[in-house]
């Protein structure tokens, strides 16, 4: 007998959740044999896709597993940000006192009541993922396994589903790194950490890249004494260095206690308690914690799917695609995570966008690629750091001639009156055209200033664009003005400077 889905804990918000996103009662409905595109997966890419191939009049068929709306409504973006402002609110009460703000006694945060507004902001989207609204987008809606049967089948269940086109939206799952005794141990990860009613008083987290970092500071502002674990140096390590710095200054002024370079790791557990042995810089450390977070990678969700069976190759990684994200088997193409070296919400959309295109109008001469693509990011810790674009060390590893402009966020007048002067502007551009290479940009607002610099990237426009385009006063983003500024100021040349300053004596 099919069990049903649980999440944890089983309170008003999540029966609701259930109910939109796999609701107990579903009937998975006759199939409509041939589908114009079956899609399998309900994560952000299986719903862009489902929906935007329904709306264009295709007949198509959706199956999920699980929870519909994936990772990112059920186990990622939605419940994380929900807890990052409950730990930013912490933390400005903490801090109230720079603003001549006088708050009396300790700041005790109510975990629990942290974590019950996240399940009721997360029940409250949960609607725009539910199946009963794909079901009324003209959707077939079918709960449950996945699995080719064929080049041009799958099943669930007793049903067989064929299909012209398929797109494979599977996801991924968290990754577990070998540390000796871990898994006797236990751990959490993103996929579990939601689940958590009470805050655990130590809590040992491993991996310190955008996932670590944003979850070690929130339990940190929350009031648990948090050890922030990472195998490579820094925190953020793929990010630009000066980015990074800024970041982990800003952990450790939270209460986190960074042990980078982590070798040797295992784990002990007597009870309740975990000990962690590593080595870090040299020096030895035995942590006792109450949890441990895993936020190391993820992998992919291939197991199950039959994948021989309809001839689409794969690897450890994932399913292999091409630009135009088809598969080894043409009428298969493949989005989001299982996919993609890219694994965020906006990308996974920005995937299942192509697909819709190139599945549905194979006939179109000019096919939609990945590699057009400009893709922003952003690590959600305080302050965020947004980059879109190449890094140094790629451009300097290809050879590629750049000029770097930054502009401090202490020179910013807003920043300065916010108190929110660790960041800046790092702008990588051509030489010649000034136009953007890569940006990085580490503010409070960075994730929501980053576009700008994407859409130039995007349309080639230079930083001469940003000089001339008029910002409101004050705001963080004129610093994209002052970097056009600086770009100008370089191609004033000392003979050019000379004439421009005879031509104005000549006029007084």
């Given amino acids: ?53 329904a709306g264009l009049g295709a007949r198509v068929a959706l199956i999920e597993r699980h929870l519909m709306g994936g990772d990112c409504l059920n186990v990622g973006c939605v419940p994380s940000k929900a807890l990052i402002r409950c730990a930013r609110a912490a933390a400005e009460v903490r801090q109230a006192g720079r603003f001549g703000v006088q708050v009396r006694g300790p700041v005790h945060v109510d975990f629990a009541g942290v974590m019950e507004r996240m399940r009721r902001l997360r029940a409250s989207i949960a609607p725009h993922d539910s199946a009963r609204r794909f079901q009324s987008l003209g959707v077939d809606v079918f709960l449950g396994e996945a699995t080719f049967d064929g080049r041009d089948r799958v099943r669930v269940g007793d049903h067989e589903l064929r299909f012209s086109r398929a797109c494979i939206a599977a996801g991924g799952r968290a990754a577990a790194p070998p540390i000796p005794g871990l898994e006797t ?75 980078c370079c982590g070798k040797e790791a295992r784990v002990e557990s007597e009870g309740a308690t975990r000990r962690i042995f590593l080595e870090s810089h040299g020096t030895s450390h035995q942590l006792e914690v109450d949890e441990i977070l895993v936020a190391v990678g993820r992998t992919p969700n291939l197991e199950g799917l039959g994948l021989e069976q309809a001839e689409v190759e794969h690897t450890s990684k994932g399913v292999r695609v091409d630009q135009r994200l088809r598969t080894t088997n043409p009428r298969i193409f493949a989005a989001g995570d299982i996919a993609s070296p890219y694994q965020f919400t906006h990308a996974a959309d920005a995937m299942a966008r192509i697909i819709v295109q190139n599945a549905l109008f194979p ?34 590893e290809a050879g590629v001639g750049f000029e770097e402009f930054t502009i401090p966020l202490r020179e910013n007048d807003r920043a300065i009156l916010e108190d929110d002067t660790e960041g800046f502007l790092l702008v990588l551009a051509e030489k010649r055209s000034g136009r953007l290479l890569g940006v990085t940009l580490v503010s409070r607002h960075a994730g929501d200033m980053i576009s700008e610099a994407t859409l130039a990237m995007v349309h080639r426009i230079g930083l001469t664009g940003f000089s001339s385009t008029i910002h409101p006063y004050p705001t963080e983003a004129e610093v994209f003005r002052r970097a056009g500024d600086a770009f100008r100021r370089t191609r004033l040349s000392p003979l050019l400077k000379t004439v421009l300053g005879r031509l104005m004596a000549w006029q007084r």
């Fill in 1 to 53: 007998m099919k069990q049903p889905i649980r999440v944890e804990p089983p309170d008003e918000y999540n029966r609701s959740l259930v109910d939109h996103v796999h609701p107990p009662d579903w009937q998975n409905p006759q199939p409509r044999n041939p589908y114009n595109l079956v899609v399998i997966g309900a994560g952000t890419a299986g719903l862009v896709t489902a929906s935007g191939a």
């Fill in 185 to 259: 141990a236990g751990y959490l990860t993103n996929e579990t950490v939601f689940t958590l009613t009470s805050l655990p008083s130590r809590l040992a987290v491993f991996g310190a890249g955008p996932i670590g970092c944003e979850l070690a500071q929130c339990f940190a502002r929350f009031g648990s004494e948090v050890f922030l674990i990472e195998a490579l140096h820094g925190v953020l390590p793929k990010e630009e260095p000066e980015a990074s710095e800024i970041v982990k200054k800003s952990l450790l002024a939270d209460g986190i206690q960074v042990l």
């Fill in 363 to 396: 006939f179109l001469p000019f096919k939609a690629k990945t590699s057009t693509w400009t893709m922003p990011w952003c690590t959600y810790t305080d302050p965020e750091v947004a980059h879109v674009g190449r890094y140094r060390g790629e451009l300097e």
